[in-house]
C-alpha cells in the first residue's frame, strides 16, 4: 500500500492567547525557535539573540492568559526556553517554564490552577560570576547547560587550555509542595571539555561540536543518558563508538580529555563535522551538511545516511526545519516541503508551500485530540496551524516504474548485503554496484519520464550508449586504432569503479598487456595524478580508488592492479614510478596490503618485483630510488651499502640529510657507515662539511674515536714519514679536527681528550733572539 499525504487545517491560531503577537513574530522571524508544552496547550516562540527586537512569548490555547516576562535590567535577552515536566505532582502535570540567560541567571515560571504565569524561583546555574552559558537542552525534568568557565591570567586566549575550559552541568526540577517546584542542586558532568551545542531527544542528550571547538576534537560526538547514567563517545568519520558507565567506582563525572583517552583511534585525527543544521529526532539525531547530505546518529552512536536534499538554498542561507514521523523524514527548505522514506532514502512526495517561514512541531502540538493520528505531522506558520495527514490509496494507483525498480533492487541486494542498515538507491549506484541502467531505460519507455531517477542515472546511460555506438563502429572497421584505445580507456575506468576480483582482474590484466599506452592514461585521469608546483606527483582520487588498486588480491596468475600500474610504468614512463610508489604509499591506509594468506609485503617490494623483467638497463637506477623512496630503515641501509660501492658519496649525504629530522636511528646508521669509509681512505675529505652536519647530536669526541678505531686498517710496519707510492695519505688529528669540534660542541659531558686536542690556556712566550758578535768583532777580541 502506498501513501499519500494531505493538508489539513486544525486552527487559525484565533484561538491562542496574544493572537496578533503570534502571528505577527512568525512571518517577520523566520530562525524563531519554536516548542510545544508537554500538555500540547503552550506554544513557547523565542526569537533568536542578535534580532533588533529579542521577544519571547508563550501563548495558550483556550481559557488563561499567556506570558511575556520581561528581561532584567543587565541580563541582556534570553538565551533559551524550555517547556519542564515536574513528576509527582498531586495536581497533575501542569507545565513549567525554565528560562535560562547567558549570564547564567534562571526563572522557572509554573501554570497551575490561576489563570496567570506565575514566577517559581530564581536561581543562578554557575558557580562563578564570571562564567557564562553558551548552550543549554531539556529533557523531561532536567536542564542541561554548557558553560564557559572563566581562564586564568596566565592562559592565553585561543590556546588549547582556553579551547578546553567549558563544563557540561545538570539540574533536575523537582517538586515544592502541592503545586510548586523548584531547581534542584547542580551536578557537573564534564569538567575541561569544548565548546557543546546541547541537543535533546526523548530520552537522551546530545553535545555536538560548533564552528568554535577545538579542531582537533570537532568530529567526536557525545551522547548521554540520563536515566542509565552511561555516556557514549562517538566518532562518525572514524565509525568508532566507546560506551562508559558514569557510575563506576562512585564516580557521577568525568574529566573530558580523560575520557576520549581511552577511545584508540580517536584522537588520531579527521576532519571536522560539516554541520549545516541539526536536529533531535525520537532517539537519535539529524545532521544536514552544507552538501545536502543527511545523516542519522542513533542513540547508540552509530551513523548512516539518510538521503540528500538540493545544496542550492542551502549556499543561500535559506532556514532549514528537520523531523522524523512514522519513518518518513521531514525537511522543510524555504517554501518546499520534502517527505522523504527513511528506510530507502527515497523522495516520497514534495510540496510547495505558500510561505517560506514554516515550523515543524513534536507530537504533542496544541490542537490534536486522543483520538487523532499521532503520527501525523504538524506545521506551524502566520497563516495557521496544520496537520499532514495520510491517506492509504489502493496500490496500483501509485505502483509505477521507478518504484517497481527501485523496491525491487533495493530488496534484492539487502539479500546479499551484510550490512545492517537498509540500503538505498545512493547506495546501489555507488561504485556501479546498480548494473542495469540500460534494462531500466527499456522499462521506463512508454511511461511518464521520471525526472529524478534519469537525471541519477544520466551518466551511467551516457556511458553505456556510447560504448554501444563504440563498437558498432569498430565492427565497421571505421577508425579501429583510435577506436580501440578508446574502448579499452572505457574498460579501464568501468573496471576500476567495480571490485577488482575475479574475471574483471583478469580482464583488466589483458586490457594493460594489450594497450598499456590507453590503460595508463585511462588510470592517470581516474586516480587524477598531477604534478604540483613543487614537481611532486599529487592526487584527488577518493580513498576507496586508492583501496581498489593497493589491495594484494592476484589470483589465477592474473596480477593485482598495483603490480600492472607499477610494470606499466617499466614500459612507458619509468621516471614516473619512483614518485608513483610514494605517492601509493601516503595513500595507503591499515590493512590495504592484505593478501589471502595474511599482510601482504610492502610496496616498495611490490614494486621491486615487477623490475627485472620491464626494467631493462635502468632497473639499478629504478631500484636504488624505490629503496630511497620507501622511507624503511632496511631499505634505505641497502641502498646506502650499493651507493657505497659505487662511490656516489654525495647522494649518500643527500640521503641522510633528508632521513636526519624523521628518523635520529638512521641518522646514526649513516653515520656510522660513512665514518667507517672516512677512516679507510680519503675521499670524503672534500666532503667533510656535509659529514659533519650529519654527525649525531648525541656523540661525543670520545664515542666517535672509538668507533674510527674499529675501522682504521691496521699497520703493517713501522709508521713513516710519507706514505707509500699510490697510497691514500693516513688520517690525521688535523682531518678530525672539524668532526671533533662538532661532537665537542653537540657532547654534555667533557671529553678526557679535551687538553689533547685543545689548548685552554694561551701560548707561551716566544724566546728573546741572541746577539752574536761578527766576525770582525770577534778577532778584535
Given amino acids: 500500500m502506498k501513501r499519500a499525504s494531505t493538508l489539513r487545517l486544525l486552527s487559525d491560531l484565533s484561538d491562542f492567547s496574544n493572537a496578533n503577537q503570534l502571528r505577527q513574530v512568525l512571518a517577520e522571524e523566520p530562525l524563531a525557535r519554536v516548542r510545544s508544552s508537554p500538555d500540547g496547550r503552550h506554544l513557547l516562540l523565542l526569537r533568536p539573540p542578535g534580532s533588533p527586537a529579542p521577544l519571547l512569548l508563550v501563548s495558550r490555547k483556550g481559557a488563561g492568559l499567556g506570558l511575556e516576562p520581561r528581561c532584567p535590567a543587565g541580563q541582556g535577552p534570553v538565551l533559551d526556553a524550555f517547556f519542564l515536566q515536574c513528576p509527582g505532582w498531586a495536581s497533575g502535570p501542569c507545565p513549567v517554564l525554565a528560562l535560562v540567560w547567558a549570564s547564567g541567571r534562571a526563572e522557572v515560571w509554573g501554570a497551575g490552577v490561576q489563570p496567570e504565569w506565575q514566577l517559581l524561583q530564581q536561581v543562578e546555574l554557575c558557580v562563578s560570576s564570571k562564567a557564562r552559558v553558551v548552550s543549554a537542552a531539556a529533557l523531561g525534568n532536567r536542564l542541561a547547560w554548557c558553560e564557559e568557565r572563566p581562564a586564568s591570567t596566565e592562559v592565553t586566549p585561543g590556546s588549547a587550555q582556553a579551547a578546553f575550559g567549558h563544563c557540561v552541568c545538570t539540574r533536575a526540577l523537582e517538586p515544592h509542595g502541592e503545586n510548586s517546584a523548584m531547581l534542584g542542586a547542580p551536578r557537573i558532568l564534564l569538567h575541561h571539555c569544548p565548546h557543546f551545542q546541547l541537543l535533546a531527544s526523548r530520552s537522551n542528550f546530545f553535545m555536538v561540536p560548533t564552528a568554535t571547538t577545538w579542531p582537533n576534537v570537532a568530529h567526536?560526538?557525545?551522547?548521554?543518558?540520563?536515566?542509565?547514567?552511561?555516556?557514549?563517545?562517538?566518532?562518525?568519520?572514524?565509525?568508532?563508538?566507546?560506551?562508559?558507565?558514569?557510575?563506576?567506582?562512585g564516580r557521577d563525572s568525568w574529566d573530558f580529555r580523560s575520557l576520549i583517552r581511552r577511545v584508540p583511534g580517536l584522537l588520531s585525527g579527521g576532519e571536522p563535522l560539516d554541520i549545516h543544521t541539526c536536529a533531535p529526532s525520537q532517539e537519535s539525531l539529524l545532521l544536514l551538511s552544507p552538501k545536502g547530505v543527511l545523516s542519522l546518529i542513533r542513540r547508540d552512536g552509530g551513523t548512516r545516511a539518510v538521503g540528500i536534499l538540493g545544496s542550492g538554498l542551502l549556499a543561500q542561507g535559506v532556514p532549514v526545519s528537520l523531523g522524523v514521523f512514522n519513518n518518513t523524514l521531514a525537511c522543510v527548505l524555504g517554501s518546499g516541503l520534502e517527505l522523504l522514506d527513511m528506510g530507502s532514502g527515497r523522495l516520497l512526495e514534495r510540496k510547495v508551500l505558500s510561505t517560506d517561514r514554516v515550523h515543524l512541531l513534536e507530537l504533542s502540538a496544541p490542537g490534536i485530540d486522543e483520538d487523532e493520528n499521532k503520527s501525523g505531522l504538524r506545521l506551524l506558520s502566520a497563516s495557521g496551524l496544520f496537520c499532514v495527514i495520510w491517506e492509504v490509496r489502493k496500490?496500483?494507483?501509485?505502483?509505477?516504474?521507478?518504484?517497481?525498480?527501485?523496491?525491487?533492487?533495493?530488496?534484492?541486494?539487502?539479500?546479499?548485503?551484510?550490512?545492517?542498515?537498509?540500503?538505498?538507491?545512493?547506495?546501489?549506484?555507488?561504485?556501479?554496484?546498480?548494473r542495469a541502467p540500460l534494462a531500466l531505460a527499456a522499462i521506463l519507455q512508454g511511461h511518464q519520464p521520471p525526472t529524478k531517477l534519469l537525471t541519477d542515472l544520466q551518466a551511467e546511460l551516457r556511458d553505456y550508449h556510447g560504448l554501444d555506438r563504440l563498437k558498432t563502429r569498430l565492427v565497421a572497421a571505421d577508425g579501429q586504432e583510435e577506436g580501440w584505445a578508446e574502448l579499452a580507456e572505457r574498460e579501464v575506468e568501468r573496471l576500476l569503479r567495480s571490485d577488482l576480483t575475479g574475471d574483471k582482474l583478469s580482464q583488466l590484466n589483458a586490457i594493460f598487456s594489450a594497450f598499456p599506452a590507453a590503460a595508463w592514461c585511462s588510470t592517470r585521469r581516474a586516480l587524477q595524478l598531477q604534478l604540483d608546483e613543487a614537481g611532486q606527483l599529487k592526487s584527488r582520487a577518493p580513498p576507496d580508488l586508492w583501496k581498489k588498486?593497493?589491495?594484494?588480491?592476484?589470483?589465477?596468475?592474473?596480477?593485482?592492479?598495483?603490480?600492472?600500474?607499477?610494470?606499466?610504468?617499466?614500459?612507458?614512463?619509468?621516471?614516473?614510478?619512483?614518485?608513483?610508489?610514494?605517492?601509493?604509499?601516503?595513500?595507503?591506509?591499515p590493512g590495504w596490503g592484505l593478501g589471502a594468506g595474511g599482510p601482504g609485503p610492502p610496496l616498495y617490494r611490490r614494486a621491486l618485483a615487477v623490475l627485472g623483467d620491464w626494467a631493462g638497463a635502468r632497473a639499478e637506477a629504478l631500484e636504488l630510488e624505490l629503496l630511497l623512496g620507501s622511507g624503511r630503515p632496511k631499505a634505505v641501509l641497502q641502498a646506502i651499502g650499493q651507493l657505497v660501492q659505487a662511490g656516489q658519496w654525495e647522494r649518500i649525504l643527500d640521503a641522510g640529510l633528508a632521513f636526519s629530522p624523521s628518523s635520529p636511528l638512521l641518522q646514526m646508521e649513516i653515520f656510522t657507515v660513512l665514518l667507517a669509509e672516512f677512516a679507510r681512505h680519503r675521499q670524503l675529505d672534500a666532503h667533510i662539511t656535509r659529514l659533519r652536519r650529519l654527525c649525531p647530536p648525541d656523540l661525543t669526541p670520545t664515542d666517535l674515536l672509538l668507533l674510527l678505531k674499529?675501522?682504521?686498517?691496521?699497520?703493517?710496519?713501522?709508521?713513516?714519514?710519507?706514505?707509500?707510492?699510490?697510497?691514500?695519505?693516513?688520517?690525521?688529528?688535523?682531518?678530525?679536527?672539524?668532526?671533533?669540534?662538532?661532537?665537542?660542541?653537540?657532547?654534555?659531558?667533557?671529553s678526557p681528550y679535551e687538553d689533547i686536542l685543545w689548548d685552554s690556556g694561551s701560548c707561551p712566550p716566544h724566546p728573546k733572539s741572541r746577539q752574536y758578535p761578527s766576525q770582525g768583532q770577534s778577532n778584535q777580541n
Fill in 549 to 589: 588498486v593497493l589491495v594484494d588480491a592476484g589470483t589465477d596468475g592474473a596480477l593485482p592492479a598495483f603490480e600492472l600500474l607499477c610494470q606499466c610504468l617499466c614500459r612507458l614512463e619509468p621516471c614516473w614510478l619512483p614518485p608513483f610508489v610514494e605517492l601509493a604509499q601516503q595513500q595507503g591506509g
Fill in 710 to 750: 674499529k675501522h682504521l686498517p691496521d699497520e703493517e710496519g713501522p709508521p713513516a714519514p710519507f706514505p707509500k707510492m699510490g697510497a691514500d695519505p693516513p688520517l690525521t688529528v688535523g682531518l678530525l679536527r672539524d668532526l671533533l669540534e662538532q661532537a665537542r660542541s653537540e657532547a654534555q659531558v667533557p
Fill in 395 to 434: 496500490e496500483g494507483e501509485w505502483l509505477n516504474s521507478e518504484d517497481l525498480v527501485f523496491e525491487e533492487a533495493c530488496g534484492y541486494y539487502q539479500r546479499r548485503s551484510l550490512l545492517g542498515a537498509r540500503l538505498t538507491t545512493d547506495d546501489l549506484r555507488r561504485g556501479s554496484t546498480f
Fill in 220 to 249: 567526536i560526538l557525545l551522547i548521554w543518558y540520563p536515566a542509565k547514567g552511561r555516556i557514549t563517545v562517538t566518532a562518525p568519520t572514524h565509525n568508532l563508538t566507546y560506551n562508559k558507565n558514569l557510575s563506576s567506582k
